[in-house]
Nanobody, 115 residues
Framework: QVQVVESGGGLVQAGGSLRLSCAASGSTFSDNAIDWYRQAPGKQREWVAGIGSRFFTNYADSVKGRFTVSRDNAKNTVYLQMNSLKPEDTAVYYC?????????WGQGTQVTVST
């Protein structure tokens, strides 16, 4: 059973930074692609960024240049560094681990950006 736990959310002022973490267990972490999603109140969940097993990264246009995704396979952890945060970045952020037998989600971590 793959377990996924996000952490690092919080309240920050516009222009500030946060770093989210996604820790996974129960899979061959280094083989897994990891995606970050977010869901704002009243909106659909949207893809934010992803990192492949070979460290290739990709970003949604809305966060490109502000967010950076990275991974530390020794710690089974993926990070989402979020800079220059905007109020529209306010959402619950989720991590999805893609394995050969299915996708696994964490419980999410709340990010709130105040004006």
């Amino acid at each position: 059973q793959v377990q996924v736990v996000e952490s690092g959310g919080g309240l920050v002022q516009a222009g500030g930074s946060l770093r989210l973490s996604c820790a996974a267990s129960g899979s061959t972490f280094s083989d897994n692609a990891i995606d970050w999603y977010r869901q704002a109140p009243g909106k659909q969940r949207e893809w934010v960024a992803g990192i492949g097993s070979r460290f290739f990264t990709n970003y949604a246009d809305s966060v490109k240049g502000r967010f950076t995704v990275s991974r530390d396979n020794a710690k089974n952890t993926v990070y989402l560094q979020m800079n220059s945060l905007k109020p529209e970045d306010t959402a619950v952020y989720y991590c999805r681990v893609v394995t050969g037998v299915g996708n696994y989600w964490g419980q999410g971590t709340q990010v709130t950006v105040s004006t």
